[in-house]
């Protein structure tokens, strides 16, 4: 007896909650834009770490995690994935992978063999600092072309962001660019801070913030090295607060040498740990400016830029693909050549002493990332289920 597929939504991951990643975050932050809409979702993703339920609902839907035999890099190698997703897929009409997924291809394979309809969320290249990320690349590389062959739809962060991507060139004619959907919008009774700059003092300095993993990939020691530099500019009453998990990074070992240096600072640079939900947007709202110092490739939007604006937190951010989009498109913060420390330090001075060229309002913001722009590539073609033709 034929299936009769009603819709439906299969979202296939590496790494799914309680991971914590931009990308982890976001394309839960799409499943549930497309449940909201009326679809049954499921998700597949890797059993990390291996203590976690291979089955439960997590926000009503239905996760199946594979079991891992072992690690190469960050990816997990699961021969039991195609299997996993083969059985998720019976009654769902639309399967959603986002890249970088060295598994790729064969949930691209999977899903034509079993008749359905492919979306590919592009979130970032892969990177290509050191022989080890090199490797992994030019292993994904061909995964990743079998994913954009066969998927009808691709989104991609941003069409800056796609304009420098050798997979977002080749596939051309799929790519719909999408802002990545945040993941802490504005909390009920929740009001952003008073815009406009503020004096400093030793009982209340200023407030510089930094809201991610504590990886490689964000170039934390350019943001570091930038100290002596915005004592200068901004006089001794500052701090950094770099907030987001260390130790529990996959495949990440920079972290010691940054909390190593946070520790030999005296108190000026704290590490504050992993926060979510109140805590989090509370820790957003104490900030004078948010800052994003990557030199990484691999980092396509920083979605934690955006949480920091609709709490009325300006951004400093490096003017790189993808990642500068959040403050060209909004006005609210100031770009900086990647690396280069003392001009980070520069454009955090100015904009703790003037403010940023623009304070964006909630309408605008909304406008501009708000979830039915950010979703919208992906409830156009899901539509609202209803009985196959």
């Not at 960050?74 to 639309?94: D, N, V």
């Not at 503020?198 to 964000?218: C, D, H, L, M, N």
Request: with cysteine; proline share 7%; aromatic share 6%.
């Amino acid at each position: 007896m034929a299936e009769t597929i009603r819709g439906g939504f299969v979202l296939c991951l590496t790494y799914h909650l309680p991971n914590v990643s931009g990308l982890t975050m976001s394309a839960h932050q799409v499943a549930r834009a497309v449940q909201a809409r009326g679809h049954d979702v499921a998700v597949v993703a890797g059993r990390s770490p291996p203590d976690l339920p291979a089955r439960e609902i997590v926000d009503g839907m239905e996760v199946t995690r594979v079991r891992a035999w072992g690690r190469l890099g960050k990816a997990l190698i699961m021969p039991g994935y195609a299997a996993a997703l083969w059985r998720a897929m019976r009654g769902r009409t639309f399967v959603n992978v986002h890249l970088p997924n060295m598994d790729a291809a064969i949930i691209a394979l999977t899903t034509r063999l079993r008749g359905r309809r492919l979306i590919v969320s592009y979130i970032s290249s892969m990177s290509k600092a050191g022989l080890g990320a090199r490797v992994m690349r030019a292993v994904a590389a061909m995964s990743h072309l079998v994913a954009g062959a066969l998927a009808e739809r691709i989104v991609v962060t941003s069409a800056d962001y796609a304009a420098q991507s050798t997979f977002c060139r080749i596939f051309r004619r799929k790519v719909v660019p999408a802002p990545l959907p945040i993941w802490l919008n504005l909390l009920p009774d929740e009001t952003p801070r008073e815009p406009g700059p503020r004096a400093a003092s030793e009982a209340a300095p200023f407030r510089i913030g930094y809201v991610g993993r504590i990886a490689r990939q964000k170039s934390l020691n350019v943001l570091l090295a930038a100290i002596p530099r915005l004592a200068e500019r901004v006089g001794p009453h500052f701090t950094i607060d770099l907030i987001g998990p260390a130790d529990a990074v996959i495949g990440e070992n920079d972290w010691r040498g940054i909390l190593a240096e946070a520790e030999r600072s005296g108190g000026r640079v704290r590490h504050l740990g992993t926060l979510h939900g109140a805590a989090l947007a509370a820790a957003y709202r104490d900030l004078d400016v948010m800052v994003l110092p990557s030199t990484d490739r691999l980092e396509s939007f920083g979605l934690v830029q955006v949480e920091a604006m609709w709490r009325g937190v300006p951004c400093v951010a490096s003017d790189m693909p993808g990642m500068r989009y959040p403050v060209e498109a909004s006005g609210m913060g100031r770009l900086t050549p990647p690396g280069d420390s003392n001009a980070l330090a520069d454009a955090i001075a100015d904009t703790l002493l003037q403010g940023p060229p623009h304070y964006a309002s909630g309408p605008e913001l909304e406008r501009l990332f708000g979830v039915e722009t950010a979703c919208k590539p992906y409830l156009d073609l899901v539509g609202t289920p209803g009985p196959a033709k």
